[in-house]
């Protein structure tokens, strides 16, 4: 079973500026974006005091200096946020239809595009890390030859004892074809510790016909540990050992699901750093996915991400 070098996170990725309808025409602003919401909700949880970092690019602007003093209040390390005089932050609206989501982006100069120009820079920043996060969006919003940069920078990085988790949250609007997609995305297992996917992500770009054939096809690539998010259906985790799937219980009460999956990344990787074992960090998962679902946007509000309720950690008797 993987074990981690040390408990501080680095997630890599695009923060946006998120207008999040409120259910009555009007909008609310926010921050948010995949490796973002993560990052941020695994540095709320109560009682953890996880060392969480995030890293990405912003602008020069008021809004993208909002964001990092926000970041910063909330207890992020923000030392290796980027600033770029010609760029901003990434937009995105969300609109709803009941619960479900659709997205409108604007993000075309978003300074996050510039992530990995910078080798030296984004291997400083993952020095000493535990465990570093990123997902198929950080991949599809870099240039070919940069996603080749971040490659390098996180095999390294696994040499050095870090551990790489990787959700592929696959949005076809930023790829140019599906063999792009599929090449990039198996690219990246070659440098993937836990493998984070959605099973509807996995069936229609890969034509898998269960969550167990999810599982296979990640450990023909030598995935150490991976986790199937299905919806409300059972999550399925192989561990290195053995599969097993968890029941999700019922959620009443859903008002956007933006943002579920990275909630449920979030609790299971905090559970997993703090010595859980998979089947039970995936309850915690479901706590803070479950959370997320009872508010509009992608992220709880500050202070009321609820604390994770799990079984004590694993303790290997041999």
Known sequence: MIQFQSNKTVAMGEAMIEMAETGSGTYRKGFAGDTFNTAWHMAQIPGLNLPVRFVTKVGTDSLSAE??????????????????????????????????????????????????????????SVQGAGLIHVSGITLAILRPDARARLSSVLACARRQGAIVSFDPNVRPRLWSSSVETRDAMQAMLAVTDIALPSYDDEAALWGDGS????????????????????????????????????????????????????????????????????????????????????????????????????????????
């Not at 923000?78 to 409108?104: N, P």
């Not at 561990?239 to 299971?268: H, K």
């Open 67 to 124: 964001f990092i003093a926000g970041l910063g209040a909330d207890g992020l390390d923000t030392s290796y946020i980027g600033r770029v005089a010609d760029r901003v932050m990434g937009l995105y609206m969300i609109e709803l239809d009941g619960a479900e989501r659709s997205f409108h982006y604007w993000r075309e100069a978003s300074a996050a595009r510039l992530l990995a120009e910078d080798e030296v820079w984004l291997g400083q």
């Open 211 to 318: 969550p167990g054939e999810t599982i296979e096809r990640y450990r023909a690539a030598d995935v150490s540990e991976i986790v199937v998010k299905n919806g409300a259906a059972p999550v399925t985790v192989w561990d290195g050992a053995q599969i097993t799937e968890v029941p999700c219980a019922p959620v009443t009460g859903i008002r956007d699901t933006s943002g579920a999956g990275d909630a449920f990344n979030a609790g299971y990787l905090a559970a997993r750093l703090t010595g859980h074992r998979p089947d039970h960090a995936i309850v915690s998962g479901q706590v803070l996915s479950a959370a997320v679902l009872h508010h509009f946007g992608a992220r709880i509000p500050s202070g009321q991400v609820p604390s994770l309720d799990i079984p004590p950690p694993h303790v290997d008797e041999r």
